[in-house]
């Protein structure tokens, strides 16, 4: 009996670090072709798969105009999720004429049939990506399946295709917001795996998926926390410490690292240090935004993306994001040995619980950001709920932080209870991610 094709596309250099590092493919009664965007930078790691066939050429001319119609869709679907609302006017910055004048012409194009021309005239102008399309007919799969965060043109174009040609399509969804705050998907696949009960509502809510077309896989990059457990009896540091991690959006983080770092100063706590990990792609901010490690007694820049941040701050190219995406055995081992964390909103708060470690999870108005952590707490659809959860301390004002953190560190033998708290957004996985697709891609064709 001959074996289902699965054809795997890969967009992102994000995708080859979260799938590739354990593989995550790994598909026992399935053939199985990776192909991948031509712009990956991480190719030597693709090209040590027998099973990958390839590169597909892609082109950036029509980013401004795709960028464009996401603001249009995303306004045209503000009732849908509140964080397409407050994305839209993070992004085009709502102070000023040059926005109202664009605000009202998008506004004017909402309606429905100037919209459904205008999105009808973008495909038609577009067209298809001729080199995907032949390898569709060469190949002849009987699924294709994308990860993806923020659906691109490529896999756009790869969804209509199949479309026509009948074949499956599965999207395997990255992040905690992808499902709720990127945009629309103005085409979607057949079947969609998410992260948990929350995404599944999203999905339908938002997108309008049926129930049978979502499946609750998780993530694989969770998984380096509970099966591929690296050198976890191997210490980064020989002393306590505490990580202060950072999100991708911007607010000010150095305050808080210097009210943190004198508080440690002035109660003469000198064996416990403070672990500064910011976000690797993170967005520029409004404020002071330098980090001196000198300037600090208590505050030391994490080791690992310590290279990264100041190629970013002193070098920015366009491929960074790509280029500097942190090895993901790292995270267990500097959670692991971490009294607690202090975060923003961010995955690292999940990935903080799996471990069992408490959250000081900063949820106050920084005054200089409209990103600051209280509005996006407000605006973003998959944090609604998350000051429920036990395992988080919310620090709803900059001026209760040092006391929260005392708290903390008077407190700092407590566990969360990841399974209990947190199965709502992700549940405990009990086989690994490979299997657990596999199992889903067997549901797909019986």
């Known amino acids: 009996m001959n074996k289902k094709k699965v054809l795997i596309y890969i967009d992102s250099d994000v995708y080859v670090r979260n799938h590739f590092t354990e593989n995550t493919f790994d598909l026992k009664n399935y053939e199985k072709v990776i192909y991948a965007n031509e712009n990956i930078l991480k190719k030597y790691i693709l090209e040590k798969y027998d099973e990958f066939k390839g590169y597909v050429k892609t082109t950036e001319k029509y ?43 998008f506004g004017f194009m909402t309606f429905k049939p100037i919209y459904k021309s205008v999105l009808f005239f973008v495909d038609k102008f577009i067209g298809h990506n001729k080199e995907m399309k032949k390898i569709l007919e060469e190949e002849k799969p009987d699924l294709v399946m994308m990860p993806f965060k923020d659906i691109s043109l490529i896999q756009e174009d790869i969804i209509k295709l199949c479309k026509k040609k009948n074949i499956k399509t599965l999207s395997l969804i990255d992040g905690w917001d992808n499902v709720s705050s990127k945009t629309i998907f103005l085409e979607k696949t057949d079947f969609i795996a998410v992260w948990g009960e929350q995404s599944v ?76 990990r910011p976000h690797p792609f993170r967005a520029p901010r409004d404020c002071f935004d330098y980090f001196i490690e000198e300037d600090f007694e208590n505050v030391l820049l994490d080791k690992q993306i310590k290279g990264y941040y100041y190629f970013l701050k002193n070098n920015y190219v366009k491929k960074y994001e790509d280029a500097a995406s942190p090895s993901l055995k790292y995270y267990p081992r500097l959670l692991k040995d971490s009294l607690f964390v202090i975060s923003p909103l961010t995955t690292m708060i999940i990935e903080a619980a799996i471990m069992k470690k408490r959250v ?42 040092t006391t929260k953190f005392e708290e903390m560190l008077n407190n700092e033998n407590a566990e969360s209870d990841f399974d209990e708290d947190l199965k709502y957004i992700i549940e405990r996985p009990e086989k690994k991610y490979s299997e657990r697709l596999e199992d889903l891609i067997d549901k797909i064709f019986n």
């Not at 976890?232 to 983080?253: A, G, L």
């Not at 998350?386 to 919310?394: A, R, Y």
């Open 63 to 105: 980013q401004k105009i795709l960028k464009l119609r996401k603001y249009l869709v995303n306004k045209k679907h503000f009732n849908k999720s509140k964080s397409f609302k407050f994305k839209y006017y993070h992004n085009w910055n709502k102070k000023g004429i040059k926005f109202k004048i664009r605000d009202k012409i």
């Open 360 to 401: 000081l999870t900063i949820a106050y108005d920084d005054k200089i950001h409209y990103t600051n952590p209280k509005d996006v707490l407000e605006n973003y659809e998959h944090f609604e709920g998350i000051e429920n959860i036990k395992s988080f301390e919310m620090c709803y004002d900059i001026k209760n932080l």
């Open 201 to 276: 509502k999203h999905a339908i809510d938002i997108h309008d998926y049926k129930k049978e077309q979502i499946f609750k896989i998780g993530t694989p990059r969770f998984d380096f926390y509970y099966f591929y457990k690296h050198n976890m009896d191997n210490p980064i540091f020989n002393f306590k410490y505490v990580i202060f991690t950072c999100c991708y959006v911007p607010y000010d983080e150095i305050t808080p690292l210097k009210i943190l770092d004198q508080y440690l100063i002035d109660n003469n706590i000198k064996d416990i240090k403070i672990i500064y």
